[in-house]
């Protein structure tokens, strides 16, 4: 094995010594765990260049100490007696030694820092029923064909499977065939060529913002809007502009007229859920054509539509306005996927692809392939089909639990489509009691740049079975 220690001629300290020390230290903060087999005392003498006596004199001082255990016959070990919890040993301070001075950090890094405050996912405690995590529920996905698939291309082998990919813009079965899915699901007007395949949208919309946003570019953004955009522009420096929604969507009228880029979810704004009407989706697509702003249009779960005939999207309907569509698989299928896209215009191909190899090369080919073949084969398709029909069921018993419980006490946004809903309480006597009663509610508040609506929230009902929502509503009710 290689030693994880060193030793040094240069100090006065027997090497024997700083042998000891090294693995006494180590040992106590917990770099070697219990059990764990030490080298023998020929192979470390040959790798610190030492004799081997002066390896077994410090190897008998960590026994006699009770750090080391020699079983006769087997070997050497950490002692398996050892407290769990690692100590970490006294050091004495260095006296006179000047402090290392702070690193000074980049622009962008500072731009992170109000930003700190986001929550990070961690899961619930065991009794909590959460209506704030996002993301689909996995007991319908058809892993037995998606490992199907991968097994597939990993006995095939081809060349090009595990090497560096030609260009950034994603494997070429992958994006014909989506092409042709969005073509007939969505209404997209594109080809192979004008497709980006990324690690996720989030990826996606990094790579807007490094390819279109300039430091002190005016970037509007819906009021309220996905966190995670907004916090990517303001990285990239852009001075954020909220626009307010109403039913029908961003407000058009509302937008400044100095904007570069404008970000929307007009299939299904987030969080309010209100669907883009045709009409101010073609005022977007004037506007943003004599202004020559860009539109990025995040499509990120239109595939579950309960009610009503979806729209096309916006790059559908697009003729002279630049429309830069960003899409994901996290929801239809599951976050780890990490593949996202976007569908671009022709002249913006090659500069995101530049942006793509120069970040990250590319994505991992072997996802992919498979992927090509789950929705070339039509598994992609039947397994939305399917869940569309498992979280309408889903939706329609919260909508039933939260009427029958609160009655004309609660209002509720954006239904028609997605994953989650908004729900309004007229007093804040809900969000004390979740909290008592075991039920995670997600606040609507940091999603808003203007003042947020008294008592608002999101509530996903698509990872929680029928039993556990009824449940989540009745232990809200009290």
């Known amino acids: 094995m290689r030693t994880p220690i060193v030793v040094n001629r240069r100090l006065p300290i027997p090497l024997h010594r700083q042998i000891y020390e090294e693995w006494r230290t180590g040992i106590l903060e917990g770099r070697f765990a219990r059990g764990d087999r030490m080298p023998s005392t020929r192979?470390?003498?040959?790798?610190?260049?030492?004799?081997?006596a002066t390896v077994a004199a410090a190897y008998e001082q960590l026994?006699?100490?009770?750090y080391l255990d020699a079983q006769h016959g087997s070997g050497t070990f950490v002692c398996r007696d050892l407290p769990d919890s690692p100590v970490k040993p006294a050091r004495p301070a260095a006296a006179g030694k000047p402090a290392r001075p702070p690193v000074r950090l980049?622009?962008?890094?500072?731009?992170?820092?109000?930003?700190?405050?986001?929550?990070?996912?961690?899961?619930?405690?065991?009794?909590?029923?959460?209506?704030?995590?996002?993301g689909p529920t996995f007991e319908q996905f058809p892993f037995g064909i998606w490992r199907r698939l991968v097994r597939r291309h990993l006995q095939v082998q081809g060349p090009g499977l595990f090497q560096y990919a030609s260009a950034g813009t994603?494997?070429?079965?992958?994006?014909?065939?989506?092409?042709?899915?969005?073509?007939?699901?969505?209404?997209?007007?594109?080809q192979a060529d004008q497709i980006v395949i990324a690690g996720g949208s989030q990826q996606a919309l990094d790579l807007c913002v490094r390819v279109l946003v300039d430091a002190g570019d005016e970037v509007a953004v819906?009021?309220?809007s996905y966190a995670g955009a907004r916090q990517l522009f303001a990285a990239g420096g852009a001075r954020i502009r909220p626009v307010k929604v109403d039913r029908d969507g961003l407000v058009v009228a509302a937008l400044p007229p100095s904007a570069r880029l404008v970000y929307i979810t007009p299939s299904h704004q987030f969080p309010t859920g209100a669907s883009m009407s045709l009409t101010r989706r073609l005022e977007l697509l004037e506007w943003a054509r004599v202004r020559g702003a860009v539109i990025v249009e995040d499509d990120y779960d239109s595939e579950y539509r309960y009610s009503g005939a979806p729209l096309p999207a916006l790059q559908g309907l697009s003729h002279a306005a630049p429309v830069v569509y960003v899409g994901t698989f996290s929801n239809v299928m599951f976050p780890g996927l990490r593949l996202g896209y976007l569908v671009?215009?022709?002249?913006?191909v090659e500069p995101f692809a530049r942006a793509k190899w120069l970040a990250d090369r590319h994505t991992a080919h072997l996802e992919q392939a498979a992927l090509a073949d789950f929705i070339g084969e039509g598994h992609l398709e039947r397994h939305i089909r399917r869940m569309r029909r498992v979280y309408k069921q889903r939706r329609d018993v919260l909508l039933e639990a939260l009427?029958?419980?609160?009655?004309?006490?609660?209002?509720?946004?954006?239904?028609?489509?997605?994953?989650?809903?908004?729900?309004?309480?007229?007093?804040?006597?809900?969000?004390?009691?979740?909290?008592?009663?075991?039920?995670?509610l997600a606040s609507t508040r940091p999603y808003y740049a203007a003042e947020a609506p008294a008592h608002e929230f999101i509530v996903r009902f698509s990872g929680l079975s029928e039993r556990a929502i009824r449940e989540a509503v009745k232990r809200l009710a009290g």
């Open 106 to 134: 980049s622009a962008f890094a500072r731009r992170l820092a109000p930003m700190a405050g986001t929550p990070p996912r961690t899961p619930s405690r065991p009794g909590v029923l959460n209506l704030s995590t996002d």
């Open 63 to 66: 026994i006699a100490e009770g």
């Open 344 to 348: 671009l215009p022709p002249d913006l």
């Open 403 to 440: 009427d029958r419980a609160f009655g004309t006490r609660v209002t509720v946004l954006g239904d028609a489509a997605g994953m989650h809903l908004v729900v309004r309480f007229d007093s804040g006597a809900v969000a004390a009691r979740a909290a008592r009663v075991g039920v995670e």
């Open 222 to 224: 819906e009021d309220p």
């Open 170 to 190: 994603g494997h070429a079965a992958l994006r014909e065939t989506l092409a042709a899915y969005l073509s007939r699901s969505r209404a997209l007007r594109c």
């Open 43 to 52: 192979e470390l003498a040959a790798a610190l260049r030492v004799s081997r």
